[in-house]
C-alpha cells in the first residue's frame, strides 16, 4: 500500500468552486464502479457514522441518484444528482441539489464534474496495476451554496468519505 498518495482541497470563492483530487491505490475500472454502482456507493458515500441509503439509482445521461445521507438517530438528509453526462472510465458530471424525501429539490445547486485517470503501474507493485487519480470539480450556483456547503463541513466530511473509499477498495481489489 502506497501512503504518499496525492489528496488536495481547495476552494475557491471568487469562482464558487471547490477542487478535489485524491490518488487511490487501485485499478482504474475499480474507482469508476465505486463511484457509479449503487451497492459500492453506498458502503462508503457518507462521513461515519451516517450512511448513505440509495433510493433510485440510474447511471446513464438523463438518469438520478436520489439518496439519503442517515444520521444515526435516523435523520435523513436527502440528495439528487441528475446525470448530464458521462464518458466511460473518463468522466461524469451531475447536477446536485439538496431536496426534500419526495425528491422537490431546494435550489440552488451545484454541478459537479469527475475526471478518472490511471498511472503506469509502480515497478515495486507486484500485481502490475497502476494508481487511479480522480479529480473531482464541484462549482455551485451561488455563494450561498458554497458558504453553506462549507459551514456544514463538507471539507472535514469529505476527507473522512474519501478515505472510507480508500479504505473499502483494499478489500475490493480485483
Known amino acids: 500500500m502506497n ?3 496525492l489528496f488536495n482541497f481547495k476552494v475557491d470563492k471568487s469562482t464558487n468552486t471547490v ?7 487501485a485499478e482504474l475500472s475499480l474507482v469508476w464502479d465505486a463511484f457509479t454502482k449503487k451497492e459500492i456507493l453506498d458502503q ?9 441509503k440509495t433510493k433510485v439509482m440510474e ?29 466511460p472510465k473518463t468522466n461524469f ?22 475526471n478518472f485517470s490511471e498511472q503506469n503501474a509502480r515497478p515495486n507493485d507486484p500485481v502490475g496495476r497502476g494508481i487511479t487519480t480522480v479529480s473531482i470539480t464541484i462549482h455551485n450556483e451561488s455563494q450561498e451554496r458554497l458558504q ?7 471539507k472535514e466530511g469529505f476527507t473522512v468519505t ?3 473509499l480508500a479504505s473499502l ?4 481489489k480485483r
Do not use: C
Open 59 to 87: 447511471f446513464k445521461v438523463g438518469g438520478r441518484r436520489f439518496y439519503a445521507m442517515v444520521s444515526p438517530e435516523g435523520q435523513e438528509n436527502w440528495q439528487l444528482q441528475q446525470y448530464t453526462s458521462i464518458t
Open 162 to 164: 474519501l478515505n472510507e
Open 44 to 52: 462508503w458515500w457518507a462521513p461515519k457514522p451516517f450512511e448513505s
Open 93 to 114: 458530471k451531475y447536477f446536485s441539489v439538496f431536496a426534500d424525501k419526495d425528491e422537490n429539490p431546494h435550489l440552488p445547486g451545484s454541478n459537479w464534474d469527475f
Open 19 to 25: 477542487l478535489v483530487e485524491k490518488e487511490f491505490d
Open 3 to 5: 501512503s504518499n498518495l
Open 148 to 154: 453553506k456547503m462549507i459551514e456544514m463541513g463538507f
Open 169 to 172: 477498495l483494499k478489500t475490493l
